[in-house]
């Protein structure tokens, strides 16, 4: 199975890394616009496969999308970040013709390919690539459930010092730092409730540090963080290259399900073969419905800009 990552930057790299030392896909392609980069992150990954111990093919390409033919999935994370004194609009706008004009070439030589876009802001670039494609809603994945629900996991097992593979929980909603909603009702240590282990005070915070857990990252490193974001889209990946119908939250095309209509934002998915194989419609309690409906409010007033 091939995988073709655009944007061979820190988070396309280090997802090319995970999928080939977990040996999920046979073939992986990074392209990049930057001349020779995405050869030379392809090499130095290839070159980890005799001491890590794996076989896929990872190569690099300078913008020839010819090499990306037949790829089963599509990771888009091309795009620029905020500059200082950019609004968020004309951020929106260079992004949005960067996401435009790769998803175009990447369908002209897989056009059955499953679209991964992680590019920000992620829920706009979701739909907007699936409105200029037409591709069918099940092929348009956006990932940010996932990292932020491993931000989440990661929270809950240092405030209740367990391993985080016990605890299960989820966000949903707009991938940003206000639209996002980490579902601390839910969250449970291996079934049991969190709500019994930890008190109401402490799980405020367990939220509050998920909704900035991007921001915290970006204040420590100075750049947007790159391990998680890789990991997280590498996991979605395996769901969907070995069909393993895991339920993750993603940023999916709605249409009339939790009350939203003609917008991409996160909610759970069961992700396989065929992408969005199956939105699953949980029971929100009152509260939680009115932030999912203020969350997508958020995300719509994004997509205005798209008009601009
Ligand atoms: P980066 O700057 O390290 O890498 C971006 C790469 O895209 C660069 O190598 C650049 O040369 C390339 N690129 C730009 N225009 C291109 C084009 N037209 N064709 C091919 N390649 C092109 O950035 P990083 O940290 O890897 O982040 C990438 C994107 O992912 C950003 O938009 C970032 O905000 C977003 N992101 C999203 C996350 C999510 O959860 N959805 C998490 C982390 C980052």
Redesign the pocket.
Known sequence: MKVTI?????????CADVISYRGIASEVVL????EG??EGKALDIMQCATNTGFNTKVSGVT?DYSKTANSHVVVV?????RKPGMTREELIGI?AG?VK??VENVLKYSPEAIIL????P?DT?SYLALKSLGIPKNRLI???G???SSRFRTYLSLALDRPVNDISAMVIGG?GDTTMIPLTRLASYNGIPVTQFLSEEVLEKVAADTMVG?ATLTGLLG????YA?GA?VAYIVDSILNDQKKMIACSVYLEGEYGQNDICVGVPCIIGKNGVEEILEIDLNEKEKALFAKSADAVRVMNEALKT
Request: cysteine-free; proline content about 4%.
């Open positions: 655009v944007g061979a930057g820190n988070v396309g790299a280090t392209l990049d616009i930057k980069f995405a913008n994370t091309s795009g620029i970040p992004n960067i004009s790769v876009m992680v590019s920000n992620m670039m956006g990932m940010g996932a990292l932020d991938h991007g750049t947007s963080a790159w974001p997280s």
